[in-house]
């Protein structure tokens, strides 16, 4: 080999030895020979590589160019609206469907259908008549049952005034019997009692006892009478419910309870109301043997 060509190469090899910190590791030189620095054997410092960001695959970039979406306002508004677009074109094809199978039909398979039709229309018209039958019979039934609740209620509301259990009111009459000298006796108030009874009497209350059907009276110690064992003495205080212009005559026939008490010297005053209440209440009596016919 010539000298030129000896020279060059070495020239070469330097060129790269101060080109090669800048991109790799330098190596030790020669395994510690004391080539091109003497001998020593000491170990040159590295310096740090630039560290580079890894690549990304062509499947993660097209990953993160969709994810998360990044949906305009606009094209939400298209995506409706094609969505509905689209719903719209399957419902008028399924439509369409249906009506070229009907069309494609045989007429012997159009009869059927109609006659299939028209005895369904008929079954349900029959099942609605016999449905709104069952709906009026069930209201007049419940009517029925109201009015009959009713008319309990009243009767025995009645049965009750004619028995004592309940409270009345109405017009009527007040008889006051006035007996300073203690004549009046319990046969002159029964007669009372029973004028006002055949004159259309509803209800009677003497003092603070109700009189009703089986109603007693005797004659008491201290010129007092005895109504159903309840002692009251005078003044003798009558209410009864009536119509006034019936009753008040009864009372005053003559020879009847008003003259007959003032014969024994008593005080009678007869005073018609349109309202009068009888408050006075009897408990109600079960019958020990008589017992209800009906069925």
């Known amino acids: 080999m010539s000298e030129d060509e000896n020279k060059n190469k070495d020239n070469e090899q330097h060129r790269l030895r101060k080109e090669l910190p800048d991109e790799v590791a330098p190596e030790a030189a020669d395994g510690g020979d004391g080539r091109d620095g003497g001998g020593d054997g000491g170990d040159a410092e590295v310096p740090a590589a630039e560290t580079k960001s890894p690549s990304l695959t062509g499947r993660q970039r097209l990953a993160k160019g969709l994810w998360p979406p990044r949906v305009s306002r606009a094209q939400l508004i298209v995506a409706v609206l094609l969505f509905v677009l689209g719903l719209g074109l399957a419902i008028q094809v399924r439509s369409n469907s249906d009506s070229s199978a009907l069309r494609g039909a045989r007429q012997e398979d159009l009869v059927r259908i109609l006659d299939e039709l028209d005895d369904r229309t008929q079954r349900l018209g029959d099942e609605k008549q016999r449905l709104e039958g069952q709906r009026t019979e069930l209201e007049n039934s419940s009517d029925q049952a ?3 609740r009713k008319q309990t209620v009243e009767r025995e509301r009645q049965l009750g005034i004619l028995a004592g259990t309940v409270a009345a009111q109405g017009p009527g009459i007040t008889l006051t019997i006035t007996d300073k000298k203690g ?3 319990a046969d002159m108030l029964l007669d009372a009692i029973q004028e006002l009874r055949a004159a259309g009497a509803e209800a009677i209350q003497v003092n603070d006892v109700r009189v009703v059907a089986d109603t007693y009276l005797t004659d008491a110690s201290g010129g007092k009478v005895s109504v159903d064992g309840h ?6 205080v009558f209410k009864v419910i009536g119509k006034p212009q019936d009753l008040e005559p009864a009372l005053n026939i003559p020879g009847g309870v008003v003259q007959t008490l003032e014969k024994e010297q ?7 109301a349109q309202k009068i209440v009888v408050d006075a209440l009897r408990p109600a009596k079960r ?6 016919s009906s069925q």
Request: hydrophobic share 35%; proline share 8%.
């Open 266 to 272: 008593a005080t009678v005053t007869v005073t018609q």
């Open 287 to 292: 019958p020990d043997y008589a017992q209800s």
């Open 146 to 148: 109201e009015e009959a």
């Open 231 to 236: 002692k009251i003495g005078e003044p003798f």
């Open 183 to 185: 004549a009046v006796q």
